[in-house]
Structures are given as C-alpha cells and as structure tokens.
C-alpha cells in the first residue's frame, strides 16, 4: 500500500511499512548512517540517522521507524544537523588523530562523515580509549584504539559467516569489540575471512600488511620474484582506481606487475584448471566406492579453517585437492626450475588474491616443503593496489600485455573459479572428459549462478546423475553439514565458498562496494567465459603439457605429492 | 568436565539460550568466577559460542573472571556512600590490598569489587567482607579492618 | 528458628472460609481466627524483629540470635517472629514486643547488647522508653502508658499506608498473614468472576499509571497487549531497581512478598498470559530468598500453577536474577536480558506490547505498579482514583535519603508537596542548616531549589519544571553540598552503567562527566590555553545535553543529561563559583581547596612535607614551612596530620 508523507514541506510517496530511511533512500534523499547494513535488522546503535518528526519527543532513527500517513519529517533541520554533527564529533573525541598515517586514509566512512557535516574544529576532548594493536592473525589486524563500535563486523561474522568469533566485550565506554576471554584473534575460532575488514567503516580492521616484505624481496638480487594472481582479482583491482565496478582489466595488471618488477606473472586461473583435473578425478572415484560424499570443496581456506574447527568429523570429506594458489605455489617450486633454468632456492613465490585467508593458507604447515613455504607472500586486491600506487603507475597510460609463458595459459573455466558457482560448472565441464562419457550438450549451468546463497543443479553424465550444491555465505552451510553429519546428505558434490558471491566478494577486495558492485563483477566473470575459445580446463593445452610431459598422467603419484594435502582437527576457543 | 559443572548443567535443558544467565549464575556460585573451561562447557550444554557467553558476561557487574579471594570486599558506591566518603575507602583499599575492583590479591586473600547501591544509606559508607558488614566508616579504619581479616586468617 | 512460626489454622480452613468466601465481609468467627493469624491478638508474648535487608545490615541477625538464645536461657514460652522494614531506617534495627492483653510496642536500635534489657523490662511490664518508638492502636487492647502512638509520630502522620500496609505489620514469610490481612481475596475473586477485559477496564478506570516513572495507564497497556494477536504472551516485573538511593522495591518484596505477587497474577490473568517473569537485581539476596518462598507457600495453597481454583486460569512464575546492569530496567534491554544477551536495549517500534519477550506480546510492569493492584480490586477504582489528585491518583512510595532528619521510605498520596515530605515525614534538615536543594528522580531525575519546593509530588508537576519522577528518589541537599559534585557524581554513575550501544549517550555521559571533572579540579599547571579548553567545555554542557537528549536510543540516555540541564537552569551560581574562582564554598569538591601554612603557628616540625604526594611544602626545620600553590592539589593530607593545627584552607 502506498502512503503519503511530507519530507522537507514536500509530498512524497512511501510504501506503508517500510521505513523512513528507505522512504528517503527511494526519493533520493540520503541519510548518514555508520551502523545500518543491508539485509540486516537495524540496531538503532549510531542514532546518525535521526530526523525531526513533527509531533515525537526528541529525534527518531530513521532506520528503525516505520512511516505513517501524512507524517510530517525534516531530514536537515538545524535540530538534525547539530546532532548529527556532535554524534561524529564525540566519536573523533575517542578517536586517534593518526588519519595522515592510517591505512583508511581516504576511504574511511568517519572521515567522510566528519567532512560532509563539515566538522571543522576541536570542539569535545577528552580522554581517549587506548589499546594495543592484536597483530597475532596472520591475515587479520585488529586496532581497537579506531573502532567506533558500530557492530558491523560482529553482525557479519555472525549472520553470514555463523564463525562469532568475535563479540561486544565489556559495557559502556569501555566496550570493546573482543574474542572470547579477549584472546588475540588468532587463538580464536576466526577463520581470516575478512569479511570484517569489508564491513569495517575506519581502519579497527585491516589486513597484515605485506608490502614491506615484498619490496625487500623484489630489490634482493638474490631472489626471482614471481606473482600469481588469482581469477577474480582481474575484474576487482580496477575500481581501486575509480573504474566503476565490472572491468576485466587483467591485460593490464600483467603489464603493471611487470613494471613494478616480477620476474614472472603466472595467472592463477592456470592452477585452477588442474585443481579441476584433480578434484574431477577425486569425485569420480570417491563416487565410484561410494566413500566419503559428498565431496566438499577445498579451494577456500577459510571454509577449511572453519571444517577443522568445528566440523572435524567431517573432514575426510574434503577433497584433499589444494587451492589453485597452492597448486601453482608447488609447481613453482618443484617443477618450475627444470623447464625454466631459474635456481629453487632464489624463487621468491608471490601470490595476489582477493582474500585475506589466503595469507592465512600460505603458512599452513601443510603447505611447506621441508620448511620451505609453497607461496611466500599473499598481497590482497587492495595491497596490489597500493602496490601501483606507491611504484607511481598510472594505469591510464600503460598497454595491456599477455601473462608469461607457459602458467599464464588459462581456459575460461578456471577463470570462473572467481564466482560462487564457477568451481562447479568447471567440474562439470570437465567430468564427461575424465569419466570417458560424452561432451555434454550444454556448457553454461545457469541454476549455479547468481547471487542466492544455496544453489543447486542435477546433471546426468554418462548413465550416473550427480547432484551438486553451491553455497556461498558461510552461514548457508549449515544445515547441509548437519545432514551430512546424520548422514541424510544428498549431493555428491558441495562447492562452498566462504564470502558471500564468492571470491569476488573476498575479504581483500576494495572496500565499500556494495550488492550491485558484486553483481557487475560477477557479469564480468561469466563475459569473460562467454568470449572465450577455451572453455573447459581439460582443454588448456598447458595443463596438458604438464600432465603429459612432467606427471606421468592423472592420476598419478606425482600429481599427488604436488597437489594434494591433509587437513587435521584444530583446536581454537569455540 | 568436573562433576560440579555437570550438576549445574544438568538442571537446564540443552540448547536453550535463555538459561545462559542462570548458568552462569550458578556457575558463579559454585566456583566464584566464570572460567574459561565452564564457559566452553557451557557453550557446548547451549550451542553458543564462548564469544557471545564471554560478551555477555563482561556486560554485567556480578560476573567476575579470576577467582574469589578468601576473603570477599564489595564496597558500596551509592549516593549517600558517595557524599561519606566511598571514593576516599576505595582509594584506601586499592591502597592496602594493591588491586583494582574486579581483581583477586596474587596470594588469593582477598578481592574487591564495587556495588552500585546497598540499600543501607543510613550506615554510609559501608563495606561488605564475605557477609560481615562494616558500616559508618572512616577511610583511617580500612586498614585496622583489613588487619583483622588477616590476623583472624593466622 | 524463624521458620517454627506457630499458625493456628490450617490450609483448608484459609481456604475455604477466607479464600472462597467472596461476601465482603468475613463471618465474625472467621474474623477472630483471622485476628490472633496476623496477630492482632496474642496468647503468649510475640516478639518480631524487623529483618529487612536495611535491618540485616544495621546487625537484626545478631538481635535476632540473642532473642532466641535470651527465651532458650530462660526457658520463656514466646513467638519469634520476622517482619519487614517500617520504612523507618534509622530506627534499626527495631525490634516490636506484643504481650497478651496489651498493644504491640515498638523498639528503635536494638542491638543484640541491648536486647536483654530491653526483654527484662517488657517482660516485667516495664516499658524501657528510651528505646520507644511507639505502639500500635488497637481498640481492643490495653495501651501503654506515656507512650506515643506510631500513627502520630510526624514520620508516620503524614503518610498514607496502602501499599506499606503490612510492612513491619506482618511476617513476609507467612502466607497465612497475608490472607489473614485480607490478601488473595480479590485474586481469587477476579479469576473467577471477571473477564480479561473487564479487568483491563478496572485497572484503566482507576487511573492507575506506571510507576516506573513513565506514567503510562497501567489498564491500557494491558489492554493493547491482551488484544495483539499471539498464541503466548509475557509479563514481565521490572524489580532490577538499580539507581543510587532507592531501594524502595527491594522493601517492598522483603517486606510484603505476596502483595507484589497477588498483584502479578491479577496482572497476567488479565492480559492473558500463564507465564510472569520477575527480574530482580541478583545481589537482593534476603528479598529474592523471601519472593521464592513466598511463590513456593502460593504454589502450595493452589494460587499458583494449573486451573488455580477451578478458573480454568494456568499462571507459572519464574524469578528471573538480573545479573546487575542499571540499564536492564529499561524494558527493552530486560527482554534482551531474560533472553539470555547482553542487555541492551533496542529501538521502539517495535513496542513490546506488540514484540517483546521472545517476540511475543509483552508487558513490563514495576513492582510498584503491580502491588497497587490488589487494593484497586480490593476497594475499587473509585477509591484509588479518590487518593492522590486528579491527573495522578494514587499514592507513592518514596526513599528519603541526605541531609533529614528522619531517612526511610514512607508512602504518600501523588501530590503531596515536596515541601510538606520533607519536613514531615523528613523532619526538616538537622543542625539547622539551611535546605539547599532537593533531587528528585536520582540519576536521571532533577532538581528542586528551595524556591520552589512548594511543588506538588505527581508526574506532570515535576515534568513542568523538568525532572522525570524516576523509582522515587529524594535526596536532600543541605548548604554544606555541592551541586556540581553531586551532578559529578550521577554523570560518573550514568556513564559507567550506560550500555555503550547508541554513540551519544556512550560517548557523551562521559565527555560531561570529564567536563565537571576538569571544573572540580584545580589544574596544576594552567596556562591561557587550558582555561580557555576548560571554559568552552563548560559553554558544551548544554549543547551537549541536548544532543544526548534527543538521539539517545533509550530512556537511560535520553534522561542522563536531566540533572546537568536541571542544574544548569537553577544553580548557575555554583557553576560560576566552580568556573571563575574556582572555588567550591561548601568544601565538598576538595581538589578546588588551597592551604596555607600560619607562620605563627608553624613549628618546623616537619611533620607534613615528607607526606605531601606532590611535594608542594618546602621549609627548614625548626622555621615556619610554607606551600607552594601552584603545586598544591587540594588533597589535605597536610591539614590532617598538622598538631599545631597550623594548616588551613585558604
């Protein structure tokens, strides 16, 4: 039912039972918030929203009240303006004044607000929290000192991620927002998603930073820097730049790596075209002795992490295929110097992801060779960026150019690995050609994209029907889990991906975006398959080669030691 | 699991998130603080997470984190204890005890915590060690009081 | 000991002859049971001691054993009895002796030392009058001679006894006494006979509003929430009485458990509800102990549980502990709280009436408004509406607390003049110092200046002049207090128990916290730019407050800044005093203080240098030492240890 409302003395239409703000929002009036999310019940916490409504004591949260016939609001009165302001003002009264020096330097939510209000002078002072920096994760840091306690980050680790790993600590003042027995983050059940840095408005959250590292290794004569970088990242970094969302621009990170001075730039994609070969494989035989189904997918580390933790029963159901980023690390490793007459021990083996976990996975005992680390640094999307920033690049100005010979090869459907979905459509691709049945009639799976949480599809292959699942959003998963535990599970095949959409949604892609980035970004994806010669990752002629020329085949022992892993039950405060 | 928590756990029906509090009030009871292997078996007895009991528990003044000293000094902090001098006592018996509301003395004797109002305005301020009350004080006699704990102890 | 209470009837018997019985008046038989069951009349010596957390506290467990162990001596055949609190603190702990034949005297300060003597004389029918307060009238017995009756002492003449009505009367521990005192008869009475709306109209009918400060009407609230549709509802009782100075509830349950009880199930049974939940405060020990006893004998003389009395009405009640947060009396945050999360409060609509508890329809009630109950229904609305004024009928239980005379909780009809409590009942302010303030409401309460304390006591007089009744506060501000220190003092109490949810009262109570910090204090080292800083955080105070006014989420915040506007409008003066010269006349704020050393008087003894924590006294031995000012932070620690009292205030 619509309903009229005034707004600033003019008439404007709403529909009965929705709120204020999202009244405003459809008659293109904005309103500040710092703790409203989408998708989520407003808490009323920051009270940024409030407007005058004629006749309510006091200012009303725009967020939390509905709207009624004829209700009379002012959106920027004097009234509103003033409170609105002191809000952001007492908040820089409990704030570090470090904004030169902050890593959300430009793209922090409270430096925006105290611009748009026009905060212009030290108005309220007085003393300020202080707490020390938790720099114990290997992807998360924690600056406590610069949250504002809006809860974003507890609601989406929470309600998406269904980790809580973190909470509200204390009361009052001396609130915090803390792990449990304010153990540093690492002892806790956080599984590095990041998804926290992503909802995050100042910089209480970031990512370990990693570039001084690499620049030590990339002016170390003694290293060969090589970089991968994974499928997703190609259509995110542009809007770093101020590109809108939904540009591949994959042509021109190959160029910009090079400039900046990697020896080698290797396209993730690649690896995960043979993390397909094998995960095919490990499906057709677990499905063939009936073991171990449904196959849960393993490409995301922070979904692993999770399983450890809480789900250690459910383990052995985990393909022990490792993740793309992996498999190309220990090929870079082992195989890489024969064909490329580069020494082992100098290769310095970068990997750039749209995931704060990954730096996570790249320390992972199990991810060592005889104490050497398979990839030895992971740059996020928004590190990468930086990156170009800080070596004065101006992507304007540069030509795209091809990643380097021979893991720069990829087929589209490695390339999808960057969606919720895109493992599984590669899988399917793929499965007719390892179980010997013939090329299925369709190559595009529509049921498995799109942006819902849980999809799945039936496919018949030769004269078996599979049935596959795609969840995305951590918090999807669990009923499915507790199925397979009562083992009333009906899937052969689980993809899960940690973030919400998928990688393109990781936790080290740009801050700020919003559903409708995600949904171009996911657009960019699929055109990129669409466009492709080389949709199918059995049909990457690299990959082949591989296969051929240096493991004897799939599947077989070397393929093996090289890409696969164990997992093993982690004990963290739950 | 010791046998005391599973007692107390036994009284409540899994998974019911609303007996938390009681839980931990018992809990409390039993032991005198919430410790960190209780909190866990409280949160696999109620399938919460120990980040939300620890949340939860840090937001009210009766849970504690450390163990109960011997001997147990809660002060009261009510107006009329404020005017006599409350802010003076706690000063006192920060002093003495060389600990802060909250905490437990390292050899375990005493702890100290702060209660908003005791209901006793008319004997302000006053004290509370285990359950004698010590009213009508005077900063100066904190120490011949925590003395007589400490005497009595030996 | 105090459990082998002597009663003379039966269950059945209370039953059926009072319970059922649902004729106005009681057959006389009935009523002389009734009469030696609340010991109106006494076959042997009753002694009652009045054990309320108030009376615990002031040493009535110690007074309580000696009796015990004076009869065990001396092999005395004579009741013991436990009863609440008078309301008259200062008296404690009281100890009342009621012999055969005569009236039931009251005794003020009885410790256990003085308990003996106090026994040897009653015993022998001598009334020891130094330790008197009064006996009870009773126009059936023999009265004392020369001693005052209770209902005469200016403490008690002015009030007006309903929701009190057994206090210090009758044992909270018997049931039977308080059905004996006409308890459970409307209860019982009501579910049989009235429908749930009609109860609603009832209670909306006599006018009866929240005492929890609000002001709502008590019958429409029930009514909004009897009418949502929902398979469950809730009542809650809001007993988390947390704010400094009042303790008023935590009387009431200790002293008449059952009034609150009887009050609650009328309430559920007329919204509807077979579920009531009551949210007390976890460290009220003594009254939690008592509620869950009295809810055990009510379960057991079937006023509680399934089908009470063939009614068809089903009513369970759960004592829920708040594990201590002020905020959890806020309604929002209580549900969160039962609920089993951190209590914090959440935004209006959706009201709990509509999606409280467990999202079901829910009405929270204070335990003041639910005592209020069974007299409505007991005498009718008519009468309620005839007790207090017109927009507020009613009475009100207050807790008298600072500078008075008599301190306690006494009950008055709304509308009282502030002034008229405050010397009544009060007894005006001792030492013949003059009043200087009265602040009503506590911590989110305001003002009164003694201008205008001829203001009558009801909810929309005091919000004329801006202060929020609150659970019924009143503390009493003589000229040797310092408004700012006591506005200080609620801001530090507010921002520690402020939840830390909403940014402007989180942030904000403590910013006006620092500012009246930074006034109170003299600073060290101030140069032109600290003054200034102090200055325009001062000039804040007012902006500040109202922002937290406006925007804060809940009524905790909303009201935080109430005794800084308050204070702002009427003592001006003080903060002037504070700001330009520094100084605070009444010597409360004691970081403003500067001594000087009389060089007449000073000895060179050497005694406080060594203890100056900021070595601002220099001299030599044996010549007259001096302090040094810009160093001097106030503490007095200088004053205290000087013999030749050579050190004073400047």
Same mark, same amino acid.
């Given at each position: 039912?619509?309903?009229?409302?005034?707004?600033?003395?003019?008439?404007?239409?709403?529909?009965?039972?929705?709120?204020?703000?999202?009244?405003?929002?459809?008659?293109?009036?904005?309103?500040?918030?710092?703790?409203?999310?989408?998708?989520?019940?407003?808490?009323?916490?920051?009270?940024?929203?409030?407007?005058?409504?004629?006749?309510?004591?006091?200012?009303?949260?725009?967020?939390?009240?509905?709207?009624?016939?004829?209700?009379?609001?002012?959106?920027?009165?004097?009234?509103?303006?003033?409170?609105?302001?002191?809000? =952001?003002?007492?908040?820089?009264?409990?704030?570090?004044?470090?904004?030169?020096?902050?890593?959300?330097?430009?793209?922090?939510?409270?430096?925006?607000?105290?611009?748009?209000?026009?905060?212009?002078?030290?108005?309220?002072?007085?003393?300020?929290?202080?707490?020390?920096?938790?720099?114990?994760?290997?992807?998360?840091?924690?600056?406590?000192?610069?949250?504002?306690?809006?809860?974003?980050?507890?609601?989406?680790?929470?309600?998406?991620?269904?980790?809580?790993?973190?909470?509200?600590?204390?009361?009052?003042?001396?609130?915090?927002?803390?792990?449990?027995?304010?153990?540093?983050?690492?002892?806790?059940?956080?599984?590095?998603?990041?998804?926290?840095?992503?909802?995050?408005?100042?910089?209480?959250?970031?990512?370990?930073?990693?570039?001084?590292? #690499?620049?030590?290794?990339?002016?170390?004569?003694?290293?060969?820097?090589?970089?991968?970088?994974?499928?997703?990242?190609?259509?995110?970094?542009?809007?770093?730049?101020?590109?809108?969302?939904?540009?591949?621009?994959?042509?021109?990170?190959?160029?910009? #790596?090079?400039?900046?001075?990697?020896?080698?730039?290797?396209?993730?994609?690649?690896?995960?075209?043979?993390?397909?070969?094998?995960?095919?494989?490990?499906?057709?035989?677990?499905?063939?002795?009936?073991?171990?189904?449904?196959?849960?997918?393993?490409?995301?580390?922070?979904?692993?992490?999770?399983?450890?933790?809480?789900?250690?029963?459910?383990?052995?159901?985990?393909?022990?295929?490792?993740?793309?980023?992996?498999?190309?690390?220990?090929?870079?490793?082992?195989?890489?110097?024969?064909?490329?007459?580069?020494?082992?021990?100098?290769?310095?083996?970068?990997?750039?992801?749209?995931?704060?976990?990954?730096?996570?996975?790249?320390?992972?005992?199990?991810?060592?060779?005889?104490?050497?680390?398979?990839?030895?640094?992971?740059?996020?999307?928004?590190?990468?960026?930086?990156?170009?920033?800080?070596?004065?690049?101006?992507?304007?100005?540069?030509?795209?150019?091809?990643?380097?010979?021979?893991?720069?090869?990829?087929?589209?459907?490695?390339?999808?690995?960057?969606?919720?979905?895109?493992?599984?459509?590669? =899988?399917?691709?793929?499965?007719?050609?390892?179980?010997?049945?013939?090329?299925?009639?369709?190559?595009?799976?529509?049921?498995?994209?799109?942006?819902?949480?849980?999809?799945?599809?039936?496919?018949?292959?030769?004269?078996?029907?599979?049935?596959?699942?795609?969840?995305?959003?951590?918090?999807?998963?669990?009923?499915?889990?507790?199925?397979?535990?009562?083992?009333?599970?009906?899937?052969?095949?689980?993809?899960?991906?940690?973030?919400?959409?998928?990688?393109?949604?990781?936790?080290?892609?740009?801050?700020?975006?919003?559903?409708?980035?995600?949904?171009?970004?996911?657009?960019?994806?699929?055109?990129?398959?669409?466009?492709?010669?080389?949709?199918?990752?059995?049909?990457?002629?690299? =990959?082949?080669?591989?296969?051929?020329?240096?493991?004897?085949?799939?599947?077989?022992?070397?393929?093996?030691?090289?890409?696969?892993?164990?997992?093993?039950?982690?004990?963290?405060?739950? | 699991?010791?046998?005391?928590?599973?007692?107390?756990?036994?009284?409540?029906?899994?998974?019911?998130?609303?007996?938390?509090?009681?839980?931990?009030?018992?809990?409390?009871?039993?032991?005198?603080?919430?410790?960190?292997?209780?909190?866990?078996?409280?949160?696999?007895?109620?399938?919460?997470?120990?980040?939300?009991?620890?949340?939860?528990?840090?937001?009210?003044?009766?849970?504690?984190?450390?163990?109960?000293?011997?001997?147990?000094?809660?002060?009261?902090?009510?107006?009329?204890?404020?005017?006599?001098?409350?802010?003076?006592?706690?000063?006192?018996?920060?002093?003495?005890?060389?600990?802060?509301?909250?905490?437990?003395?390292?050899?375990?004797?005493?702890?100290?915590?702060?209660?908003?109002?005791?209901?006793?305005?008319?004997?302000?301020?006053?004290?509370?060690?285990?359950?004698?009350?010590?009213?009508?004080?005077?900063?100066?006699?904190?120490?011949?009081?925590?003395?007589?704990?400490?005497?009595?102890?030996? | 000991?105090?459990?082998?209470?002597?009663?003379?009837?039966?269950?059945?018997?209370?039953?059926?002859?009072?319970?059922?019985?649902?004729?106005?008046?009681?057959?006389?038989?009935?009523?002389?049971?009734?009469?030696?069951?609340?010991?109106?009349?006494?076959?042997?010596?009753?002694?009652?001691?009045?054990?309320?957390?108030?009376?615990?506290?002031?040493?009535?467990?110690?007074?309580?054993?000696?009796?015990?162990?004076?009869?065990?001596?001396?092999?005395?055949?004579?009741?013991?009895?436990?009863?609440?609190?008078?309301?008259?603190?200062?008296?404690?702990?009281?100890?009342?002796?009621?012999?055969?034949?005569?009236?039931?005297?009251?005794?003020?300060?009885?410790?256990?030392?003085?308990?003996?003597?106090?026994?040897?004389?009653?015993?022998?029918?001598?009334?020891?009058?130094?330790?008197?307060?009064?006996?009870?009238?009773?126009?059936?017995?023999?009265?004392?001679?020369?001693?005052?009756?209770?209902?005469?002492?200016?403490?008690?003449?002015?009030?007006?006894?309903?929701?009190?009505?057994?206090?210090?009367?009758?044992?909270?521990?018997?049931?039977?006494?308080?059905?004996?005192?006409?308890?459970?008869?409307?209860?019982?009475?009501?579910?049989?006979?009235?429908?749930?709306?009609?109860?609603?109209?009832?209670?909306?009918?006599?006018?009866?509003?929240?005492?929890?400060?609000?002001?709502?009407?008590?019958?429409?609230?029930?009514?909004?929430?009897?009418?949502?549709?929902?398979?469950?509802? %809730?009542?809650?009782?809001?007993?988390?009485?947390?704010?400094?100075?009042?303790?008023?509830?935590?009387?009431?349950?200790?002293?008449?458990?059952?009034?609150?009880?009887?009050?609650?199930?009328?309430?559920?049974?007329?919204?509807?509800?077979?579920?009531?939940?009551?949210?007390?405060?976890?460290?009220?020990?003594?009254?939690?102990?008592?509620?869950?006893?009295?809810?055990?004998?009510?379960?057991?003389?079937?006023?509680?549980?399934?089908?009470?009395?063939?009614?068809?009405?089903?009513?369970?009640?759960?004592?829920?502990?708040?594990?201590?947060?002020?905020?959890?009396?806020?309604?929002?945050?209580?549900?969160?709280?039962?609920?089993?999360?951190?209590?914090?409060?959440?935004?209006?609509?959706?009201?709990?009436?509509?999606?409280?508890?467990?999202?079901?329809?829910?009405?929270?009630?204070?335990?003041?408004?639910?005592?209020?109950?069974?007299?409505?229904?007991?005498?009718?609305?008519?009468?309620?509406?005839?007790?207090?004024?017109?927009?507020?009928?009613?009475?009100?239980?207050?807790?008298?607390?600072?500078?008075?005379?008599?301190?306690?909780?006494?009950?008055?009809?709304?509308?009282?003049?502030?002034?008229?409590?405050?010397?009544?009942?009060?007894?005006?302010?001792?030492?013949?110092?003059?009043?200087?303030?009265?602040?009503?409401?506590?911590?989110?309460?305001? %003002?009164?200046?003694?201008?205008?304390?001829?203001?009558?006591?009801?909810?929309?007089?005091?919000?004329?002049?801006?202060?929020?009744?609150?659970?019924?506060?009143?503390?009493?501000?003589?000229?040797?207090?310092?408004?700012?220190?006591?506005?200080?003092?609620?801001?530090? %109490?507010?921002?520690?128990?402020?939840?830390?949810?909403?940014?402007?009262?989180?942030?904000?109570?403590?910013?006006?916290?620092?500012?009246?910090?930074?006034?109170?204090?003299?600073?060290?080292?101030?140069?032109?730019?600290?003054?200034?800083?102090?200055?325009?955080?001062?000039?804040?105070?007012?902006?500040?407050?109202?922002?937290?006014?406006?925007?804060?989420?809940?009524?905790?915040?909303?009201?935080?800044?109430?005794?800084?506007?308050?204070?702002?409008?009427?003592?001006?003066?003080?903060?002037?005093?504070?700001?330009?010269?520094?100084?605070?006349?009444?010597?409360?704020?004691?970081?403003?203080?500067?001594?000087?050393?009389?060089?007449?008087?000073?000895?060179?003894?050497?005694?406080?240098?060594?203890?100056?924590?900021?070595?601002?006294?220099?001299?030599?031995?044996?010549?007259?030492? %001096?302090?040094?000012?810009?160093?001097?932070?106030?503490?007095?620690?200088?004053?205290?240890?000087?013999?030749?009292?050579?050190?004073?205030?400047?």
């Amino acid at each position: 039912m619509i309903v009229k409302i005034e707004v600033n003395s003019k008439v404007i239409k709403a529909q009965k039972g929705e709120t204020i703000m999202s009244a405003l929002k459809a008659n293109g009036i904005k309103i500040p918030s710092i703790c409203s999310m989408k998708d989520f019940t407003p808490t009323g916490a920051c009270r940024m929203c409030v407007v005058e409504v004629e006749g309510s004591q006091g200012l009303v949260p725009s967020c939390s009240q509905p709207v009624n016939e004829w209700m009379k609001i002012k959106t920027h009165s004097p009234q509103v303006i003033k409170a609105r302001k002191t809000i =952001v003002e007492l908040l820089l009264s409990n704030h570090p004044d470090d904004c030169l020096y902050c890593v959300r330097n430009g793209s922090c939510e409270l430096q925006a607000l105290a611009e748009e209000l026009n905060v212009r002078e030290r108005r309220i002072m007085g003393r300020k929290n202080k707490y020390k920096l938790d720099h114990s994760s290997p992807s998360i840091v924690r600056d406590p000192s610069k949250c504002i306690l809006c809860g974003r980050c507890v609601r989406v680790c929470d309600e998406k991620l269904s980790v809580f790993a973190i909470d509200f600590v204390n009361r009052g003042n001396r609130t915090i927002i803390g792990t449990a027995y304010n153990k540093d983050l690492n002892f806790s059940s956080c599984i590095n998603c990041g998804q926290c840095i992503m909802v995050c408005p100042t910089a209480a959250l970031f990512e370990k930073d990693s570039l001084p590292e #690499l620049e030590d290794a990339l002016h170390n004569p003694e290293k060969t820097v090589l970089v991968q970088y994974a499928p997703s990242v190609g259509v995110t970094l542009a809007e770093e730049f101020g590109v809108k969302p939904g540009k591949d621009i994959s042509g021109l990170i190959n160029a910009v #790596l090079k400039k900046i001075g990697f020896e080698r730039i290797f396209d993730t994609s690649f690896a995960a075209d043979i993390s397909v070969m094998e995960m095919t494989s490990e499906l057709l035989a677990r499905k063939n002795k009936k073991e171990n189904m449904p196959l849960l997918t393993s490409c995301c580390p922070a979904w692993v992490k999770y399983v450890e933790q809480l789900y250690p029963d459910l383990l052995p159901f985990l393909s022990n295929t490792k993740s793309p980023q992996q498999i190309l690390g220990s090929v870079l490793k082992s195989y890489y110097p024969e064909i490329s007459g580069i020494a082992a021990g100098s290769i310095y083996s970068v990997a750039v992801a749209p995931c704060t976990a990954k730096k996570f996975e790249a320390q992972r005992e199990e991810m060592t060779k005889k104490g050497i680390s398979e990839v030895d640094l992971v740059l996020t999307t928004r590190e990468l960026a930086k990156l170009i920033k800080l070596y004065g690049i101006d992507m304007n100005q540069i030509e795209p150019e091809i990643a380097d010979d021979p893991y720069g090869m990829r087929s589209s459907a490695g390339k999808l690995f960057g969606v919720s979905g895109g493992v599984t459509e590669a =899988v399917i691709r793929t499965m007719p050609h390892v179980s010997g049945a013939r090329e299925p009639s369709r190559v595009k799976y529509q049921e498995l994209r799109g942006g819902k949480g849980k999809k799945e599809a039936e496919i018949r292959i030769g004269k078996t029907t599979y049935r596959f699942a795609v969840v995305s959003g951590l918090s999807n998963v669990l009923p499915l889990l507790e199925d397979i535990k009562a083992g009333k599970c009906e899937y052969d095949f689980v993809e899960v991906m940690a973030c919400m959409g998928g990688c393109i949604n990781g936790g080290g892609q740009p801050v700020g975006s919003d559903e409708n980035a995600v949904k171009a970004r996911m657009k960019a994806l699929y055109s990129i398959d669409e466009r492709e010669i080389i949709r199918f990752s059995h049909k990457n002629p690299k =990959v082949n080669e591989l296969y051929n020329n240096h493991l004897g085949g799939l599947p077989g022992e070397k393929c093996k030691s090289l890409f696969h892993t164990t997992y093993s039950a982690r004990k963290v405060l739950l | 699991m010791d046998y005391q928590t599973s007692a107390i756990l036994a009284k409540y029906p899994r998974g019911q998130s609303d007996c938390l509090i009681p839980i931990l009030q018992d809990i409390q009871e039993e032991y005198g603080y919430l410790s960190e292997t209780a909190v866990v078996e409280v949160g696999r007895h109620l399938d919460l997470p120990s980040s939300k009991i620890f949340g939860l528990a840090t937001f009210y003044n009766q849970f504690r984190f450390e163990p109960r000293g011997r001997f147990h000094v809660s002060l009261c902090h009510g107006t009329s204890c404020n005017v006599a001098a409350a802010p003076e006592i706690l000063r006192e018996l920060e002093k003495i005890l060389k600990i802060r509301p909250g905490e437990t003395t390292r050899d375990g004797m005493f702890s100290l915590e702060i209660l908003a109002c005791m209901g006793a305005c008319h004997l302000a301020p006053l004290i509370r060690v285990n359950d004698n009350y010590h009213t009508k004080l005077d900063p100066g006699s904190i120490g011949d009081i925590i003395d007589s704990y400490i005497t009595g102890e030996e | 000991m105090s459990e082998k209470i002597h009663i003379p009837v039966e269950k059945e018997y209370l039953v059926n002859n009072v319970l059922l019985n649902e004729s106005a008046d009681l057959p006389v038989e009935v009523e002389k049971i009734l009469r030696f069951v609340r010991k109106d009349k006494v076959k042997h010596p009753v002694i009652m001691v009045g054990t309320g957390s108030c009376g615990l506290i002031s040493g009535a467990g110690e007074t309580l054993l000696e009796i015990n162990k004076y009869l065990l001596d001396r092999d005395i055949k004579a009741d013991v009895i436990e009863t609440g609190c008078t309301g008259y603190c200062s008296l404690e702990p009281v100890v009342d002796v009621h012999l055969p034949g005569k009236t039931r005297i009251s005794f003020k300060n009885v410790s256990a030392e003085k308990l003996p003597f106090l026994l040897d004389s009653m015993l022998n029918n001598i009334v020891p009058h130094e330790y008197v307060v009064g006996q009870y009238e009773n126009p059936s017995l023999e009265l004392w001679k020369d001693v005052p009756l209770i209902g005469e002492l200016p403490f008690f003449a002015m009030q007006y006894r309903n929701l009190m009505k057994n206090w210090g009367r009758i044992s909270p521990h018997s049931i039977e006494e308080y059905i004996a005192a006409g308890g459970y008869r409307s209860y019982v009475k009501t579910i049989r006979n009235y429908t749930h709306e009609e109860v609603c109209d009832i209670v909306e009918k006599s006018g009866l509003q929240g005492r929890g400060g609000g002001g709502f009407l008590t019958g429409k609230k029930w009514k909004i929430a009897h009418t949502a549709m929902a398979d469950q509802r %809730f009542l809650l009782c809001n007993a988390n009485e947390s704010d400094p100075g009042g303790f008023a509830n935590r009387s009431m349950i200790e002293s008449d458990p059952h009034r609150l009880i009887e009050g609650l199930v009328i309430a559920a049974y007329a919204i509807g509800t077979s579920r009531a939940y009551i949210y007390i405060r976890s460290d009220y020990i003594t009254a939690i102990n008592r509620l869950e006893k009295a809810i055990d004998r009510a379960q057991y003389y079937g006023l509680l549980g399934y089908n009470v009395y063939g009614s068809g009405f089903n009513i369970d009640i759960i004592v829920s502990k708040g594990p201590g947060a002020f905020v959890c009396g806020e309604e929002t945050a209580m549900i969160s709280s039962i609920e089993g999360k951190r209590g914090m409060p959440s935004p209006k609509p959706p009201y709990p009436a509509i999606s409280g508890l467990f999202g079901k329809p829910t009405v929270v009630n204070n335990v003041e408004t639910l005592s209020n109950i069974p007299a409505i229904f007991e005498n009718g609305p008519d009468w309620f509406m005839s007790l207090g004024n017109k927009t507020a009928p009613g009475t009100k239980i207050l807790t008298l607390s600072g500078k008075l005379n008599n301190q306690g909780i006494i009950e008055v009809p709304l509308g009282t003049k502030v002034k008229d409590i405050i010397f009544g009942a009060g007894g005006g302010v001792p030492a013949k110092k003059e009043l200087k303030a009265v602040q009503i409401g506590g911590p989110s309460g305001g %003002f009164v200046t003694s201008e205008n304390i001829d203001i009558p006591y009801d909810f929309d007089s005091l919000a004329s002049v801006g202060i929020y009744m609150g659970s019924g506060g009143m503390l009493v501000l003589d000229e040797d207090c310092c408004i700012i220190d006591t506005v200080k003092y609620f801001m530090d %109490f507010i921002q520690k128990e402020s939840c830390g949810k909403c940014i402007p009262c989180r942030e904000g109570t403590r910013r006006m916290l620092e500012v009246y910090e930074n006034i109170t204090k003299r600073p060290v080292d101030e140069n032109g730019h600290a003054t200034l800083e102090r200055f325009k955080g001062v000039m804040q105070l007012e902006s500040l407050a109202s922002v937290i006014k406006d925007t804060s989420l809940c009524g905790l915040g909303q009201k935080a800044p109430n005794p800084v506007i308050s204070s702002l409008k009427y003592f001006r003066n003080d903060y002037e005093e504070h700001i330009f010269d520094r100084e605070c006349s009444a010597g409360v704020c004691k970081e403003l203080r500067l001594f000087y050393i009389d060089v007449e008087k000073c000895t060179g003894c050497t005694a406080c240098a060594p203890k100056c924590p900021v070595s601002a006294i220099i001299g030599t031995k044996r010549h007259p030492f %001096f302090i040094v000012e810009e160093k001097c932070t106030g503490c007095g620690i200088c004053y205290d240890v000087c013999k030749f009292n050579a050190i004073s205030v400047k």
